[in-house]
């Protein structure tokens, strides 16, 4: 919302477009509304007064109005253009080859709207959200319903080349051993989603339940491995065949040494200003020690009280343990950094 009467130049909905007053019995989003003059009645009634509204404080959302719809988000329209010359990744879910019932139940997906309004109080309007390690795609639908739900134009762009990590590979015999698992089915047995043929599928299982949650028009998956992905990111935008480079990069794929430190180096390099790096599995001994190795070397400044409370979860507090690096201990932790210059 805006806090006092600014013109805005935007392409919000007039009152005309909208019918002119509102339909009885509406009351939009709470959310909205508290600053003083910047009430319901005021903002809305008999009809919306444009000068309140901006960003994600929408007309109609804050007026309870129907929604214009979201369209594809521009950066998913280029990638799709520049990376697979406008072939649907998502079309070989109608074909024989494509016959994946979709399984969404994945305990290990720590993404939470929560956690990613507080992203977003950094870089309220990102027009790329990228994922480097997206599983069955469980973490880009929470992002992409959030962004949706927010009236975002964000694209999902989700680097994985959905082969799996070192534990689901080492484990994989014995999973199947302690579940009694003998034959073996389509899919079924364990988190690298086997075939019959020894080809893992948690690439169409990532496909399928992204159709499923009806967000192919905002998540493009990139079937590559992250240093690959970050690089191809950077060089389309050195090549101006996409206009920016992501605001904020959620790193979630092998938890490794050594291969984090590369990783967070990469994606540093990518990401816009201001953006927001940030990854899940603070408790992974690789990740950990990468990413303190990173941030120590970065030498960052030291985030504000304000700023670094703003990463709270609600039975832990954020701590800074190097400047500039916040960190929550929560459901194997999250670690942020934040680019300003
Ligand atoms: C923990 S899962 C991601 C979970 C997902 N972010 C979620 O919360 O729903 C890790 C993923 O990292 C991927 N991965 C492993 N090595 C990778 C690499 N070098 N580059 C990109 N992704 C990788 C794996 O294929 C796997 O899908």
Redesign the pocket.
Known sequence: MRYGPVLLLGSLVTAQEVGGKLPENTWGDPDCFGYGSLTFESCCLPQPRFECFEGTFTAERCCGLPEKPLGVPEVITRLREELFTNQDVYSILGTVCGQYQPQLR?P????TPALMKSVLSFVPEPRMWL??????????ITAATTLKSLRLSTGVVC???????VDMWADRKAFREAFGLTQRRHVADGPLLMDEFGHSR?YEMFLANVRYSGHEDYILPLRV???T?LRLLRTLFEQGRIDHPPEII?L????EAG?TLL?VTEAWRLLAVPGVLFG??WSWPGVQSDVLRFAQDLQQRHLTDEELHRFDWPTSSAIQPVPGLAVVDQDDGAWMLFKES
């Open positions: 994945y290990d997906s720590h993404l994922e480097v390690g997206s599983f069955i795609g469980s973490s880009a680097v994985d080349p959905f082969t799996g990590m948690i491995s992250s240093i992905g959620y979630d794929s092998a938890h291969e990783e899940d599995d």
